[in-house]
């Protein structure tokens, strides 16, 4: 897992949370979302925004970090004249997800629902994905 400096750190989470800010979602799902530990509490968001704090480097944060990077990236390219769009799109329900919403997918599954909504919305990292499981696949075939 790469390390940030504790600056880097400081602008990534304050990229992030304009990123949720911007979904209007509500602080406890931006909390959820993150997976940030219990202890941690709404009204301490404001501190990350204004970069007073930054977020821990776990590989999970990190990881939950990485997809919702590439899912509001991935909006931006989808909607780029509309973040009305991308609002929207976060909470309709969709029939790849059995009619939930991709936020409620994010929510309820974590970081596997992060990795589920990326997929869905950025078709790069989707065909990235396969290949590395068919390339997977593969090797074990060879192996076994």
Not at 38 to 62: C, N, S, W
Not at 81 to 89: C, E, I, K, Y
Not at 106 to 125: F, H, N, P, Q, S
Request: glycine residues 6%; negative net charge; contains cysteine.
């Amino acid at each position: 897992m790469q390390q940030f400096s504790p600056e880097e750190m400081g602008a990534l989470t304050r990229a992030v949370v304009h990123h949720l800010d911007e979904w209007k979602i509500s602080a406890e799902d931006m909390l959820a979302v993150l997976g940030l530990p219990e202890d941690v509490r709404p009204r301490h968001l404001q501190q990350y925004r204004q970069g007073m704090k930054a977020f821990p480097q776990t590989e999970d944060i990190m990881h939950r970090i990485d997809h919702l990077v590439g899912i509001a990236d991935a909006l931006r390219t989808t909607f780029p004249f509309s973040s009305q769009m991308r609002v929207m799109w976060l909470q309709k329900p969709h029939r790849r997800f059995q009619q939930r919403s991709p936020l409620a997918v994010m929510l309820d599954e974590g970081t596997d629902g992060l990795m589920k909504v990326r997929i869905e919305v950025d078709c790069a990292y989707g065909y990235a994905i396969n290949d590395a499981l068919n390339a997977s696949q593969q090797k074990a075939a060879q192996l076994g």
